[in-house]
């Protein structure tokens, strides 16, 4: 199978659970959906298991739009994946 490289950014305990802000990564061409690359990612160790562990609560922009869990990857330059956002 071929992968295809996509740059992952993370934001506040999402980036300090995993521990680094970015990266470039070669998902699975398997992986369609951006809840599908929530579950592949989960299973990249430890910090990523620990920094996902509820999915659900994950938001997710693809090239800087907010997008459904349901959405297609295919084709994102940029993934960027954020904790929910509380009120104030």
Known sequence: MTEHPTKLVYFAWVRER???PEEDIAVPVDVETVADLLLWLKGR???YENALQYPDV??????HE???HGERIAGAREIALFPPMTGG
Do not use: F, M, S, T
């Open 18 to 20: 995993i521990g680094r």
């Open 66 to 68: 907010h997008v459904e």
């Open 58 to 63: 994950i938001r997710v922009a693809i090239d």
């Open 45 to 47: 160790g430890e910090e």
